[in-house]
């Protein structure tokens, strides 16, 4: 999934859930655990809506990586 492609929503709740902005995933001096797992919850809710941010909070580094450069979204 393109980060591109989240909605207005999707990325309120993403800083809303890790307490940062969007941008600070590009950026090599911020905390990126609670940012990655509020972009895995937010893109599986897409295709799961029971799907938690425990659940998100279990992705290694590889399965983040995966999911965020996948074309389709990713179940798990």
């Not at 980060?3 to 307490?19: F, P, R, W």
């Amino acid at each position: 999934m393109d980060i591109k492609d989240l909605t207005l929503g999707e990325v309120a709740k993403i800083e809303e859930l890790s307490g940062l902005p969007i941008a600070a995933i590009a950026e090599d001096d911020k905390p990126k655990g609670k940012l990655l797992a509020a972009v895995g919850f937010v893109i599986m809710r897409r295709t799961d809506p029971k799907f938690t941010l425990e659940q998100a909070n279990k992705f290694t580094i590889t399965e983040i990586q995966e999911l965020m450069t996948s074309n389709e979204d990713v179940k798990k």
